[in-house]
């Protein structure tokens, strides 16, 4: 009994797993990969995977149009429901699952822009759901005119009484200034060396 018990843990530590593995060859090599839109690394690549199913693999390469594939990963037999219990954790030898992907690429062909315009125009027609491209429109700016000058407002109209009521009087002439009396000592105008007559 003490043997049986000591053998289990010797037997559990000693199973093996499955190891799953892609492997994305491309020709030309030395393309960039990603692999669910997640970078891996460049042509030839190995990457670990866990789960099975369609991966998205896309190849990048300058010179060479971008290939995009989706590409299936089928479950094996030994990973079906109950067998991936006993393949995942019973079973004492390591199972590798390896998956080869060989891809090759096209070369990239010279397009010309207006090509590609005249294409895009074709599907945006045959679609028939969006509205034509307006071609581009040069606007040209108009001279601003400058703004009109305020009129002056007209005086304001008398009040109807005075209107035709007499005109106004005019002021009386201020009075004159009286003019001081000369002082007794005071100089009188003129020189009598010159023959200037003295003013009285």
Known sequence: MVLALAVVPLLVAATGCVQRRMTIRSNPPGALVYVDDYQIGTTPVSHDFVYYGTRKIRLVKDGYETLTVRQPFPLPWYQV???????????????????????????????????????????????????????????????????????????????PLQQFGPAPRPLPPPPPLPVPPPLPNAPRQGVPSLGAPPVP
Do not use: H, K, Y
């Open 81 to 159: 429901f109950p067998l991936d219990f006993v393949t995942e954790n019973l079973w004492p030898w390591e199972i590798r699952d390896e998956r080869v992907v060989d891809l090759a690429m096209q070369p990239a062909g010279a397009v010309a822009p207006e090509s590609v315009v005249t294409r895009a125009e074709q599907v945006r027609r045959a679609a028939g759901s969006l509205p034509p491209v307006a071609q581009p429109v040069s606007v040209v700016p108009q001279p601003v005119a400058p703004a009109p000058r305020p009129v002056p407002a007209p005086p304001p109209a008398l009040p």
